[in-house]
């Protein structure tokens, strides 16, 4: 039932990551063209296919039909993704979109590192397990309970990372605003009683009776 979690996860994981890109062919194929790695038209071809594979593939993992060429196709495609990160990465090419999940979304600048990278390799390091590690027959009971523990799992991480994503412990999203506004006021203020301590300043002279 283990492996049956597991695939679970990976299979949830790669629908989470195709049935988004499903609905943006023209973003996902900016994606591919900013990783630089293949000629224009293999790009269009990755970007027509890819959303399709990483559904099929995910839909057999959780299925658990397939058994280990579905875990041995998430392997490739997982190695594609960890290829792609490192390769730009080494160049020192960071401010590209992964298109790991989503793209095209936020008003940030798109930006990968290192934990893209990790992260795919882990999830190819898992699927090459699953592709390799003899598997036992699981009665439908048990994969049933299986499927629902990984989905589960994988919901859990991604409401956390969402919550993550929003809220900053310690510090309310408003705050930002507020220090801007903040900060905004008190260089307001320094001018202000700059201007007023100059005038003062000019004044002195007279109110004492040097000048006349």
């Not at 283990?2 to 695939?7: E, I, P, T």
């Not at 591919?32 to 027509?48: D, F, T």
């Not at 490192?86 to 793209?103: S, W």
């Not at 310690?170 to 008190?186: E, F, H, K, Q």
Request: proline share 4%; glycine share 10%; net charge positive.
């Amino acid at each position: 039932m283990f492996w049956v979690v597991v695939a679970s996860i990976l299979g949830g994981t790669l629908l989470l990551a195709g049935v988004p890109k499903l609905g943006d062919r023209d973003g996902l194929l900016m994606v591919v063209k900013g990783y630089r790695l293949l000629p224009a038209s293999l790009e269009r071809l990755v970007a027509v296919t890819l959303p399709y594979v990483e559904v099929a593939i995910g839909v057999l993992l959780i299925v658990g039909v397939g058994g280990r060429w579905s875990a041995a196709a998430a392997t490739v495609l997982f190695a594609g993704f960890v290829t792609g990160l490192t390769v730009n990465l080494a160049r020192g090419r960071r401010d590209l979109d992964c298109g790991c999940f989503a793209f095209g979304a936020g008003h940030e600048v798109p930006r990968i590192g290192w934990f893209h990278a990790v992260r795919a390799g882990a999830f190819m390091a898992v699927s090459a397990a699953l592709a390799l590690v003899p598997t036992p027959e699981v009665a439908p009971v048990a994969r049933l309970a299986g499927v629902a523990a990984g989905l589960l799992i994988l919901l859990a991480a991604v409401v956390v990372a969402q919550i993550r994503a929003v809220v900053h412990l310690g510090r309310r999203p408003v705050d930002d605003y507020l220090t801007a506004a903040s900060m905004n006021l008190r260089a307001s203020n320094t001018v202000s009683r700059y201007d007023t301590a100059v005038i003062d300043l000019q004044q002195l002279p007279r109110q004492t009776g040097l000048v006349r």
